[in-house]
């Protein structure tokens, strides 16, 4: 179905409550990324997602919810190492998978046993959970495989006439998604690392890293992780190692060799040693909040200026950097350089 998509500002509330209400769906703002939200208990609504965004259907969402109590009527029970993290990051970007109950669909869930639950951090969407009275079923707002959304054009750029409303809220605060972690084993498995650090998780309870590597008969332990992701059009190619700004400079000579318009994206004290390029800057060294803020603002902007290459330094996995490192890998897929 064509929409006329239409931006709404958060005076107009009201109109993405009542179209959320009839099933549709509406891209909001949360503390990570925009999400698409759709009532979760209807399986109509939220086959609506995976439609607009062209999202494999195994691919499980996240349900957001705007207090715990919402949250734990949608799971069958939760041990109590959850309740501290709970206690501890939520509101906030952290998702907890726990044993689902039957009210939640399978569209929701991929036909998981499990569901996913979060309470994002962000005005807005919590007064948009608690108006429609719902809890929403919602991915990151883009195209599937495409960059997260961090702002309402980024949405605009992607499902604008594949869906009816996107709420603005301005940029998001962090940039990159919520960590997820399967509660239904202790220690409990990392899934994917986001907004709350690996550090900050083991200080409270026993975490063990799920491997992204897997062999080709076993399922993932999250469907998420065979699919490609984050990826503008231009290659995306990550370097790491000892010396980066050497590999880089080789590949910059080479590119250029064969006609191709090349972007650098590393931090900002490196901009003088990549003259005459695209520079995307990651922001003062070191300051990972800053980078993690801006990772798919600027592969975006690498189409933009239809960059063919998007050459990037990688960081340390220290702290936020391991949430950012998973998605410039996962973006870069089999092109990782290592110097
Ligand atoms: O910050 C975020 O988490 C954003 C905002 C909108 O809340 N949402 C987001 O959703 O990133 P999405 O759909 O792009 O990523 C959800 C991830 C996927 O990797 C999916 O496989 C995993 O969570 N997931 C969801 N339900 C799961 C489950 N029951 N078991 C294992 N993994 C699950
Ligand atoms: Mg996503």
């Known amino acids: 179905m064509a929409y006329q998509t239409r931006i709404l500002t958060s005076a107009e509330l009201p109109v993405a409550v009542s179209l959320l209400q009839q099933g549709e769906c509406v891209a909001f703002p949360t503390e990570t990324v925009y999400g698409l939200g759709a009532n979760a208990l209807a399986e109509e609504a939220v086959t609506k997602i995976y439609q607009a965004k062209g999202r494999p259907s195994d691919n499980p969402l ?3 919810c705007h207090s715990r109590d919402q949250a734990l009527s949608l799971v069958e029970g939760w041990p109590r190492e959850a ?3 709970m206690d501890k990051f939520w509101p906030g970007p952290l998702t907890l998978v726990l044993p689902k109950k039957s009210l939640i669909p399978p569209a929701v869930t991929g036909g998981l046993p499990t569901v996913a639950v979060r309470i994002p951090n962000h005005p807005l969407a919590l007064s948009l959970i608690r108006s429609t009275g719902l809890p929403l079923a919602a ?8 960059p997260s959304p961090t702002r309402a054009e980024h949405v605009w750029q992607d499902l604008a006439g594949r869906i009816p409303a996107i709420l603005d809220g301005g940029p998001t605060g962090w940039g990159v998604e919520s960590t997820v972690l399967d509660c239904t084993t202790y220690p409990f498995r990392l899934l994917r690392p986001g907004g709350v650090t ?3 998780l083991r ?5 063990e890293v799920a491997p992204d590597q897997y062999g080709p008969t076993e ?3 999250s469907p998420g992780m065979k699919y490609k992701h984050y990826s503008p059009a231009a290659q995306v190619v990550l370097v790491v190692g000892k010396d980066i700004q050497q590999g880089i400079k080789e590949r910059i000579e080479e590119c250029r060799r064969q006609g191709q318009k090349v972007a ?3 931090w900002e004290e490196f901009r003088r040693d990549y003259p005459n390029l695209t520079f995307l800057s990651l922001g003062r060294a070191g300051d990972y909040n800053a980078a993690a803020a801006r990772i798919y603002q600027l592969l975006r902007r690498a189409d933009e200026e239809r960059c063919d290459v998007i050459l990037i330094h990688g960081l340390p996995q220290e702290s936020l950097g391991m949430a950012i490192m998973n998605r410039l ?3 870069a897929g089999p092109n990782i350089i290592q110097t």
């Open 62 to 64: 996240i349900v957001h």
């Open 83 to 85: 309740q501290t993290l």
């Open 139 to 146: 991915p990151s707002a883009n195209l599937s495989g495409r």
């Open 198 to 200: 690996l550090e900050e």
């Open 203 to 207: 200080e409270l309870v026993a975490i």
């Open 219 to 221: 399922p993932p332990p």
């Open 264 to 266: 650098v994206m590393a």
């Open 329 to 331: 890998q996962k973006a």
